[in-house]
Each structure stands twice: as C-alpha cells, then as structure tokens.
C-alpha cells in the first residue's frame, strides 16, 4: 500500500514538473510573439520603403530578386537586401518606454522622426515604424508604431536604419552578369592586348591558341569583374562630350568587351584629373567611381600571367626513384630503397617541392646565364630513365609586374623554347644543403 501511494506521489510530481514545463515554454513563445516588432516572416516581405522627409527609398522583390524602385530605378544588391530582411523579421522591442492616449511624443523626437520604414508582405499587408532620432540613456532606438500608443524601445540595430541610403542596398559590381554567361574576352590597354575565346570549357588565347593557360587564372580574372564594386555612382547615363573628358574617358587606360550567351557588355577605366579612377559602364549606363588601387589589377594582366606556370614542373614524382645532384662543388646521387629514401629522409620533401614549384615568369632561353655556375637537379625511375632535370644558374635581379625582385634562372626538361624566372625564396625554401651536407652515399661515374 505504501509503495502505491509513494508511486502516486511521484507520478504527480512528474505530471505537475512536466506542464509547469509546458507552460514556461508556451509563457516564453507567447511573450517572443508579444515582442516581435513584426509578425511576418523572412520570405513573405516583399517590399521595404524608407520615407525620410521628402526623401523616398523603396526596394520591391520580384522574381529575379529586388529592384529599386525609388528614387530611381535599378538593380539591388538581392544577397545584402534578403540578410537585411533577414534580419529586422527577427528584432524584438526590449521595452516600453511610455503607453497611453496622452503620450508627448517631441520628448521622444517621435513628433518629427527621422525615418518612417514600412513593410508590406506578398498579401499586401503592410507594418509601418516611425523611427527616432533620439535614443534613450542606454543608446536603445525609440519607435512608434503606426496606429498605437506605445513607444517602443528597441536595439540599436535601428540607429542602422536611419543611415540606409540607396547606394547600400544598389548591386555595386562593376560587372552584374552571371560568369557562366561569359563566351569571349577583350581587355585593350598600351602594354598589350589580350583576347580570349573558349572551347570545351577551356579558356585560349585567340593570337596564341596553342599557349597552355592557366583556367584558374582566366576565372580570377572574370570573378575580379564581379568583385569590382563602386565606391559611389556618379552617373547613371551615358555620359556627354564634357563628362567624357571630364572623367578621363578621352584618353581610357583599359577597355574590357565580353561576349555573352545574350549580347555584349562593356566597360572602360581611366584616371580623371583629378586622379580618381572611374570606369564607363556601356549597358546598363554607368558611370562608377572606383578604388583607384583596382586599376593595377586590370593593368598587370599580360599573356605570361595568365600561362600555367606549373606546366614546366608537371611530372610523376611517384615515379622517381634515383635523384642526381650536381652543384659547384660536388655530384651526389640517392636511390630510393622500397618506399624511402635511407640515406637523406629530407629527399622525400625535396621531391615534393620541386614538383610544387611555379615559374614566375617565362623568359628567353639564355645559355650563357646558366653556363657561369649552375645547379642540376635530375629524378629518374627505376630503370635510370630521365623523368625531369633541372638546372638553374646564380640569383639575379629582374624586374616583373614592374617590380625589382630577386630570380633564379631555371631551364626545365618538360619544358622547351623557354628558360624560366623562380622567385628567389621558393628554391631557399628547398631543404637542399640539408642533403647536400649528408655524407656522399654514392659518387656518380662519368
């Protein structure tokens, strides 16, 4: 008997703990939706308009994202629209600071507020705030909701709305287009000219087609046309004879043409006068203020820096189980016993870092260079067939990209016609008198 009443007891303890559960949890989602300062979602807002005096800003969704729709018409940047959205579906007020029909709104600077922001959803309900200029003590934004007698106090997430203009939401790329869409490129400037076509997916030089390029180099380049932004629109038109010269246009210092799946775009970059950088959007019209530190990425791209530079150092270190040194001063060779090499364990990272190695620059073939005091490096497999070599000639000093740097002259087996430029810190990297200084374990026969 008294185990059944003492079950009973514990019975209804559990009942009482589990809905006194259940009703903290419903009291806590009954006070979240008192809170919320809306009570659509996310993806049902459709519209956001901003009314500051006589100044109007209205964003509206459609099916290919959100436009600006005033104070003039143009793309919006849709990724920082919906995480704007995204993020005023979720505020809350965290107070009220007065309630009532006889509320003096001047001591909130509700009377004349700073920005009124209405939201409408896709049923074409609309919430509307009047948002103050004024915060409290605590630096918290003071509201008023249309058509109540509440001011609300909220986060300072709404002091950002106040300073929302129409360029923060405007898509600010340099190029808007999809770089799927991207079948021919021209980039026309004084130090050369540069035209790409593609075929299977592969990029080509059209002058050149045979010059192996580096895709992922071409993708940079189109990705930097999307990742160019304006630091501010000064035109949005073609601009006149006087605006031409005006902004430098006259005398352009890179014109870019890209051929797409639908039309063409242009743009040009000149430096004005007054040495801003501005480029010259053809469609839609477009004049952009820019970085001035972006013209050098246009400028610098020459055919040598889109070529695959790691082509001359493409082999099967896999393959290799013999390697010969030769320096100055002595010849050294190591063989590869199973899976290591027994007598310098450092080989294994020397194997791996000439095959990472990148050519910096493509030159003509210099055998006097690499005549006076050379280096060789040769990995062969297991029958002592030659699978690459190496020679390279003492540092000196080169200038590339119009900077004075120091390079090592390489000439490389894998690749003809050509010697090669290696920056002067990717062979000192090379853990190379490590095994150079490593007792001789086989001298080679000449």
Do not use: C
Request: aromatic share 10%.
């Amino acid at each position: 008997m008294r185990n059944k009443i003492l079950a009973g007891v514990v019975l209804a303890l559990g009942l009482y703990l589990y809905w006194d559960t259940k009703s903290d949890e419903r009291s806590e989602t009954k006070k979240n939706i008192e809170t919320a300062l809306f009570d659509f979602k996310a993806d049902q807002i459709k519209e956001l308009d901003f009314m500051r005096g006589e100044q109007k800003l209205k964003l509206v969704k459609v099916d290919t994202g959100w436009k600006i729709t005033e104070p003039f018409q143009d793309d919006a940047d849709s990724g920082v629209v919906d995480t704007f959205v995204e993020t005023i579906a979720k505020e809350k007020y965290m107070d009220v600071a007065r309630e009532g029909a006889d509320i003096d709104y001047k001591i909130y600077g509700l009377d004349k507020p700073n920005t009124i922001f209405t939201v409408k959803n896709n049923a074409g309900e609309s919430i509307t705030y009047e948002i103050s200029g004024q915060t409290n003590f605590e630096k918290n934004s003071l509201l008023h909701k249309k058509d109540s007698n509440k001011v609300l106090v909220a986060s300072t997430q709404w002091q950002d709305v106040l300073k929302k203009s129409s360029f923060d939401f405007r898509d600010q790329r340099l190029f808007r287009g999809r770089l799927g869409s991207i079948l021919t490129v021209e980039i026309l400037k004084k130090n050369g000219n540069i035209r790409l076509n593609q075929k299977d997916g592969k990029w080509f030089l059209v002058d050149q087609p045979n010059l192996k390029l580096d895709q992922n180099r071409v993708r940079e380049i189109l990705t930097m046309l999307n990742e160019t932004k304006a630091t501010e629109f000064t035109l949005s038109k073609t601009p006149s004879g006087g605006e031409i010269s005006k902004y430098g246009f006259n005398q352009s210092l890179v014109k870019i043409k890209l051929g797409l799946t639908e039309g063409s775009w242009e743009a040009q970059l000149a430096t004005a006068p007054n040495k801003k950088l501005y480029a010259w959007v053809a469609k839609p019209a477009f004049v952009l203020e820019l970085d001035s530190a972006q013209l050098d990425k246009f400028k610098n791209i020459t055919v040598n820096s889109l070529r695959d530079k790691k082509l001359p150092f493409d082999f099967d270190s896999s393959k290799v189980t013999q390697i010969f040194f030769h320096t100055p001063l002595k010849e050294m060779t190591f063989k590869k016993v199973g899976d290591t090499w027994p007598d310098s364990p450092e080989l294994s990272v020397l194997l791996g870092s000439f095959k990472n190695l990148v050519a910096a620059e493509f030159v003509p073939k210099n055998d006097a260079i690499l005549q006076k005091k050379m280096w060789t490096a040769v990995f062969s497999d297991k029958d002592a067939k030659e699978i690459a070599k190496f020679s390279w000639g003492e540092i000196r000093k080169e200038k590339i990209d119009g900077k004075d740097a120091q390079y090592y002259p390489m000439r490389s087996s894998l690749w003809s016609g050509e010697d090669l430029l290696i920056e002067e810190i990717k062979l000192k990297n090379l853990p190379f008198d490590k095994v150079m200084n490593k007792t001789e374990p086989e001298k080679k026969t000449k």
